[in-house]
């Protein structure tokens, strides 16, 4: 099974290119490589918005908007909120995501 490349901009603004294996969340290939501003705190629950990430515009459609519990958390996020604003432990690695930006939004 070939791997999922996604590059994530940490809050100083570094690219970290990583690949990781379909089904996986961004939020535990970030944490495996241990990228700033993504603390996970609850483990991948959704239940701490602590890996806040800003998925590239142009490409959000692939990602799309999080469901209603998501939003809800999204709404105790430290960063502010922004429209392509998603938790990276929801988001699951795709072929189709190859190549994705995700800017970590950081501040817990
Ligand atoms: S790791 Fe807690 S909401 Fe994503």
New binding site residues.
Partial sequence: MSGVRVVLVDPEGREHSLEGEPGQ?V?ALAVAHGVPG???????????????VYVEPERFRLVGPPPPL?AD?LEFANAERQPTSR????IKLHPSLEGLHLTVAGGG
């Fill in positions: 969340s939020m993504i603390e996970a705190e609850c483990g991948g629950a959704c239940a701490c918005a602590t890996c806040h998501e958390m938790l990276s432990c929801q």
